[in-house]
């Protein structure tokens, strides 16, 4: 069966330091992957999505970035973290080709700039 | 472009009354449409979805049929427990090929014992 983990689960960071959100996937090959944010008390904010290794698309602009080195990792960046980029953040992965496939998601990683 | 918008809450009920969370959507095509659940300080779980026009999706006692006349997607359960407390996300996938989903803004519900 398909598993995501999501890490770390929380957060805190000063303002102005880098950050890396890790999510990998396993048993299933080339899945699309994307990048959620959840701010407090708001709806989902698609950041990013990806349907293979290194093709990314970004849906915000922003101090933010990801990469996919590997068929099922996904990685959420940023050089320098701002008050704003503070919220839940929810790694996800669907299966390619078929649009009634649903996303199933990590346990999302809460991040606190301070 | 596409978008979802559900009913704001929260929603406050009692335990086994009747919920009806609306959701209603605007989209080119034929999209899919899904019902989220949300459990404090976890990830999104799929509550149930719906393909084409007139489905009806269900799950632990959760229903939503898709009306295309309508543009509407609304949950239903007829006897809520506390432990549906959560927030629910209803949600449309895109028909590009990356096939995203769009979400609503989430409705909180609130079940009092």
């Known amino acids: 069966s398909q598993t995501i983990h999501q890490w770390p689960a929380t957060l805190v960071q000063p303002v102005g330091s880098p950050l890396s959100l890790e999510c990998t996937v396993e048993?299933?090959?080339?899945?699309?992957l994307y990048w959620y944010r959840q701010a407090a008390g708001r709806g989902l904010q698609l950041l990013f999505y990806?349907?293979?290794?290194?093709?990314i698309s970004s849906e915000v602009p922003q101090n933010l970035s990801a990469s996919r080195p590997q068929d099922r990792q996904f990685i959420l960046s940023s050089k320098k973290l701002l008050l704003s980029d503070s919220g839940f953040y929810l790694c996800?992965?669907?299966?390619?080709?078929?649009?009634?496939?649903?996303?199933?998601f990590g346990n999302g990683t809460r991040l606190t700039v301070t | 472009g596409d978008s979802v918008t559900q009913m704001e809450g929260p929603v406050t009920l009692s335990e086994e009354a009747f919920l009806t969370i609306n959701c209603t959507y605007t989209?080119?095509?034929?999209?899919?449409l899904f019902w989220y659940v949300q459990y404090p300080g976890e990830g999104l779980q799929l509550l149930l979805k719906?393909?084409?026009?007139?489905d009806k999706g269900s799950n632990k006692g959760f229903e939503a049929t898709y009306r295309k006349e309508t543009t509407s997607f609304h949950l239903e359960k007829g006897s809520v427990q506390v432990s549906d407390s959560a927030v629910y996300f209803c949600?449309?996938?895109?028909?590009?090929?990356?096939?995203?989903?769009?979400f609503g803004s989430g409705t909180r519900l609130l079940v009092r014992p």
């Open positions: 719906a393909t084409k026009a007139d």
């Open positions: 048993g299933t090959s080339n899945p699309n």
């Open positions: 949600a449309l996938s895109g028909v590009d090929s990356s096939y995203k989903l769009i």
């Open positions: 990806s349907v293979g290794i290194g093709q």
């Open positions: 996800a992965w669907s299966v390619p080709g078929a649009n009634n496939s649903p996303l199933h």
């Open positions: 989209a080119t095509g034929y999209p899919s």
